[in-house]
């Protein structure tokens, strides 16, 4: 493995440092298959790990409206 690094909100900095190591483990494997060609196990992988994801989302009171504006932002 290569280390990188990405830019992101120190919410979501925060937020992948708090995390244990499981999740940190679906966090990388989500970039990396998005940053490699698709295969059928990737996209099974990114269909659960974008379940979770949204299953937090909703738990934490992220509406589909609210995600669409915080999407729309400038």
Known sequence: MKQIIIEVTPEV????????????????SLISILLQKPADEDIALLREIMDEISDRAAARGLTPEILESILNEP
């Open 13 to 28: 900095a925060d937020a992948y440092q708090s995390a244990s190591h499981r999740e940190r483990q679906k966090i990388q």
